[in-house]
């Protein structure tokens, strides 16, 4: 039989509008009781589970992480018991004889057993800090949106500004722009005026790539992009104070991130925090963290044949986070290190491989820093800084031999025979 670890525990299956709980009782004899109530899903109700879970002296429960619909539940319960919300892949019932009884009794077995791996749940400010930080990300694409939809209409009207300056949407390119859109019919006016220094130079050209035909409907669908532009800049700051603010108590961590190569920004490492939190004991190991930001090949194998090692589709968030600070940190000119592994692991394997493998490697450097307590030290890498030396600068006259013998020749004193 296997072992029983929570000899009380319970199993809850979350939906929407209610919730099925069961808890079971397990007797000195190995036999277990069950006993199932239904609860709605508003907050005096949730209380009421609480309280019944308290009569049975139940502290160990599980569930799914159904959605949002789990949150709710958590905040009721996280005080007063020892809560596992699970990946619903480790704890799907038999297709084919689910009702949400049988999924509350079979998640009370599973946990009665401890055959359940817990979602990685951080402290509550840390929660609150990864929703505004995602909130943030999501804001951040809407305003990338927003650009390539003025810049579509400036293509589609043979304005070709983008063509010839770098950033389309600078001070100077701003200036030109918004003088177009207050008056369309005027295409020779002076734009020496709206340009900075370093771009008078390209006067003429300049001139030539506004030459196009912006129409009413396009003038009026940039208006409202960059009107929204100009309000998503707000939103963000407005979000970017009040994580500051919920950040103030992990200022200690946010600089020793801020030490390690590739991480220049400070909100890169608020939300580098907001993912993983700063008590790297909820991690095993630096293998597990690795694992659970889906950093690391999965194991599929089946009668000895290894499947798919692709990385898994885990860490949605804290993956292409760090990809772009492993971008960042292969272009290092102070730190060489990450530039080298990366241009090694390339030729073999190919650039995305290998900014997964630097990715990997930045996060277990993280992990050890907020495990230790210390900023990011070089000289633990100063050994492979520089780039290993994979072929000889000079063939030497043994090696000229070996190589016509593996050719098959005969080498003498007096020459060569074949």
């Given at each position: 039989m296997l072992r029983i670890v929570h000899p009380i525990c319970c199993g809850i299956d979350v939906h929407k509008k209610?919730?099925?709980?069961?808890?079971?009782?397990?007797?000195?004899s190995g036999v277990t009781e069950y006993q199932t109530r239904k609860f709605s899903t508003f907050s005096e109700d949730l209380h009421h589970l609480l309280n019944w879970l308290k009569s049975q002296s139940c502290v160990h429960v599980c569930m799914e992480s159904t959605g949002k619909y789990w949150h709710p539940v958590f905040n009721v319960l996280e005080h007063d018991c020892q809560v596992v919300v699970a990946n619903p892949k480790y704890v799907k019932g038999i297709r084919g004889k689910k009702t949400d009884v049988k999924d509350s009794v079979w998640l009370c077995d599973l946990h009665k057993h401890g055959l359940v791996p817990g979602s990685f749940i951080p402290p509550l400010q840390i929660r609150q800090i990864r929703d505004l930080m995602r909130y943030r990300f999501k804001l951040i694409n809407f305003k990338s949106s927003e650009k390539n939809r003025v810049q579509n209409s400036l293509t589609v009207s043979n304005i070709m500004i983008s063509s010839v300056v770098s950033d389309t949407f600078g001070v100077s390119s701003m200036k030109i722009i918004h003088h177009i859109l207050d008056d369309p019919d005027d295409t020779n006016f002076d734009v020496s005026e709206m340009l900075h220094g370093s771009m008078k130079d390209k006067t003429d050209i300049i001139t030539k790539s506004i030459q196009g035909n912006l129409t009413k409907p396009q003038a009026d669908k940039m208006r409202v992009s960059l009107q929204h532009m100009d309000n998503i800049k707000k939103h963000i700051a407005d979000i970017e104070s009040?994580?500051?603010?919920?950040?103030?108590?992990?200022?200690?961590?946010?600089?020793?991130?801020?030490?390690?190569?590739?991480?220049?920004?400070?909100?890169?490492?608020?939300?580098?925090?907001?993912e993983i939190g700063v008590d790297m004991s909820a991690f095993l190991s630096q293998k597990h963290i690795s694992s659970w930001a889906g950093l690391t090949p999965q194991n599929d194998e089946s009668a000895g044949k290894k499947k798919s090692v692709r990385v898994s589709r885990a860490g949605v968030y804290i993956k292409p986070l760090l990809v772009q600070c492993a971008n960042a940190a292969i272009k290092s000119k102070d730190f060489p290190y990450f530039k080298n592994r990366y241009h090694q692991i390339k030729k073999r394997r190919g650039h995305k491989k290998a900014i997964i493998a630097i990715a990997h490697k930045l996060l277990i450097c993280i992990y050890h820093m907020l495990?230790?307590?210390?900023?990011?030290?070089?000289?633990?890498?100063?050994?492979?800084?520089?780039?290993?030396?994979?072929?000889?600068?000079?063939?030497?006259e043994d090696m000229a031999i070996r190589y016509l013998e593996t050719l098959g020749y005969q080498v003498t004193d007096k020459g060569v025979k074949t």
């Open positions: 209610f919730v099925v709980a069961t808890v079971g009782i397990t007797t000195k009040v994580v500051l603010k919920l950040s103030q108590p992990y200022l200690p961590q946010i600089e020793i991130l801020l030490s390690m190569p590739g991480i220049k920004d400070i909100f890169t490492a608020i939300a580098i925090l907001g495990d230790k307590n210390e900023p990011f030290n070089e000289e633990l890498y100063q050994i492979d800084s520089q780039p290993k030396q994979t072929y000889s600068p000079k063939i030497t």
